[in-house]
């Protein structure tokens, strides 16, 4: 499992693969019932995370979907709105904007370089 650590509650993220064989995790596998599902390329806010057997789950601001029940590892039927698996969602990666070039253009000069 990689290192969910820095990862929290309002980070953004990009969804890598939507594979919905796959994108539930091992533990969720519901039908395809008509629920909202994220999109590759599409950049999401992550809602709340979910840590259990082995896995993080996410729930993500712009995807909601009615609580279903799931039968977890550990035996038990719960009640809960879709998780995502993180594997198949990576950090989104911000860059600092420099425009120092365009700002230099502007700036006249009347220096004559030799060729």
């Known amino acids: 499992m990689s290192s969910y650590l820095s990862w929290h509650v309002g980070m953004k993220v990009v969804c890598a693969n939507a594979d919905g064989k ?7 596998k519901p039908q395809d019932r008509g ?10 806010t992550i809602r709340a995370l979910m840590v259990f057997g082995g896995g993080v789950y996410l729930h993500l601001d ?11 590892p550990d035996g038990v039927c719960r009640r809960v709105e879709t ?3 993180a594997s ?3 950090p989104v990666q911000t860059r600092k ?10 700036h006249s000069t009347d220096q004559v370089v030799d060729a």
Do not use: C
């Open 35 to 44: 629920e909202q599902k994220p999109n590759v390329g599409k950049v999401y």
């Open 22 to 28: 796959r994108i539930y995790g091992d533990s969720f």
């Open 62 to 72: 712009e995807v909601h979907n009615s609580p279903r029940h799931y039968l977890f």
């Open 88 to 90: 198949y969602f990576r």
């Open 97 to 106: 904007t420099d425009i120092s070039i365009f700002t230099a253009m502007l």
């Open 83 to 85: 998780p995502w698996h």
